[in-house]
């Protein structure tokens, strides 16, 4: 059997999957958290808050009776997080996530500076404050506290790594979502280290997703002695692993996947990225290409904790169903924490343009679950000639498994059928599969893909309605 570990942006979660990556009934465990939202931008994680989390759940899992023979640990989690760590590999700052926008100037400061254009075409990432270079930038410019320790720069997958094994590589995978990463070298950028004030000393090794560590250090390896001799593999990007447990390995089929944020991806894609999405990788070989939106569950999140609701029942109820005359009237801006694909401007704002007296809360979060998936819908416009013309659409994610109305209004707003998976694991199972595939267990993953579930249609009335909605949505961006 081996574990895979998933390190999400509000929860970490552990399965235990068997040798060709069927995950083993009652062997899951979630823990949940909230990153510190602060009124400037800021969106920080406490890096212990993160490794506690991850020791619970792996505690759970080994606890169960019948997990004793574990052969490897599988690990993802959210790309472009950014820690600082001393001399002594300790953790002397936040994690700071993608949705962190308080390096929005800095990003400006370097669109002015440096050729975007070539950037994106080396790196695969725009300028914008989700990525290394604005933030390093912003963490040198606001002498930011534990900055002036900080010895060298990873992700919170090397920090799980350090914890465990007294020492850590970057992965090639979450190396080529920091914006320092040059995707056909396979090596980090020079121009863009010049750009962030660093240079290599001040990274990690780079290591690709078949490198294993193997000896736990105490006291985790008395904590977890099942664990002891497992190998241990280097985390990779949530997304590049939510495509794996998919079954989207190839460009026949892109994967969607909602949670906090929501994104279209495909793997293998042989053209480089259109303006508006990025290019990271999956390995060395493995080229993925998408556009993740900075809106999602976190907007439906917002819903929930500011308007008064019916329950869920009855919001997914009213999703399925036709649009209230109040609801058509409204045209939403989703940007509650600013805008990656397709425009990377970091400073928008959310915005609700036509409500009325008669405007009720299931209006509006109606309203605001159609303008995310209006966003998606210009993302896959771009991504779908990255794709093979017969491409079938993998959807996944919590938000989705507890929406299915939510995921009829994306099949409606992008005009494709979209198949649910009957498994909402979808990063956990790719970290599983990815390391049963590095054991030599598993030699295809295309065949490793999971049972389908449900298959939503497109409602042609709804999606003409819906693309009217978006041209509004456009007009109104251009407005405000």
């Not at 490198?211 to 001799?229: C, E, I, T, V």
């Not at 999956?282 to 308007?307: K, Q, Y």
Request: charged share 20%; proline share 5%.
């Amino acid at each position: 059997m081996v574990i895979g570990l998933d390190i999400g942006t509000s929860s970490a979660r552990a399965a235990v999957y068997d040798d060709v990556g069927r995950p083993i009934a009652r062997r899951f465990h979630q823990v949940r958290y909230d990153p510190t939202v602060t009124p400037d931008g800021g969106v920080e994680h406490d890096p212990r808050t993160l490794i506690d989390a991850v020791a619970t759940c792996l505690d759970a899992v080994l606890a169960e009776r019948g997990v004793s023979d574990i052969a490897a640990v599988g690990i993802s989690t959210f790309w472009h997080g950014l820690c600082g760590f001393d001399t002594s590999d300790r953790p002397v700052t936040s994690v700071y996530l993608w949705a962190d926008t308080r390096s929005a100037e800095d990003a400006a400061v370097l669109r002015g500076a440096l050729d975007d254009a070539s950037v994106h075409a080396r790196t695969g990432c725009h300028l914008h404050s989700s990525y290394w270079p604005a933030k390093l930038r912003w963490v040198e410019r606001t002498r930011l506290a534990g900055a002036g320790r900080v010895a060298r720069w990873g992700s919170f997958g090397e920090y799980l790594e350090l914890e465990l094994f007294g020492a850590a590589a970057t992965s090639v995978s979450m190396a080529s979502g920091t914006g320092l990463f040059d995707q056909e070298r396979v090596g980090w950028d020079p121009e863009a280290m010049a750009a962030a004030g660093i240079d290599a000393t001040a990274l990690f090794p780079l290591a690709d997703r078949r490198d294993a560590r193997r000896g736990l250090r105490a006291p985790w390896s008395h904590r977890w002695p099942g664990l002891r001799s497992a190998a241990w593999f280097p985390a990779i990007g949530d997304g590049a692993a939510s495509n794996v447990g998919s079954g989207c390995v190839d460009p026949h089929r892109i994967a969607l996947n909602v949670g906090t944020s929501a994104a279209l991806r495909v793997v293998g894609a042989s053209v480089p990225a259109p303006r508006g999405l990025w290019r990271y990788r999956v390995d060395r070989a493995t080229p993925i290409v998408g556009g993740a939106t900075s809106e999602g569950g976190n907007v439906f999140a917002w819903c929930l904790d500011t308007l008064k609701l019916p329950p869920a029942d009855e919001i997914d109820a009213a999703l399925q169903g036709g649009a209230s005359q109040s609801a058509a009237a409204l045209t939403v801006l989703p940007f509650l924490a600013g805008e990656r694909a397709p425009g990377w401007r970091d400073d928008r704002r959310g915005a609700i343009a036509g409500l009325g007296l008669d405007t009720s809360a299931i209006d509006i979060v109606r309203a605001m679950l159609e303008a995310v998936a209006l966003r998606l819908a210009l993302v896959y416009d771009l991504l779908a000639p990255c794709a093979a013309p017969d491409h079938v659409v993998v959807g996944s994610g919590g938000a989705l498994e507890r929406s299915p109305g939510w995921l009829q209004v994306i099949a409606d707003a992008i005009g494709r059928p979209i198949t649910r998976l009957a498994d909402a694991e979808a990063s956990s199972r790719g970290a599983a599969l990815l390391a049963l595939h590095a054991l030599g267990r598993v030699t295809d993953l295309a065949a490793a893909s999971p049972p389908a579930g449900r298959i939503f249609e497109p409602d042609r009335a709804r999606s003409l309605r819906l693309r009217d909605a978006l041209r509004r949505q456009q007009a109104l961006d251009q407005r405000v």
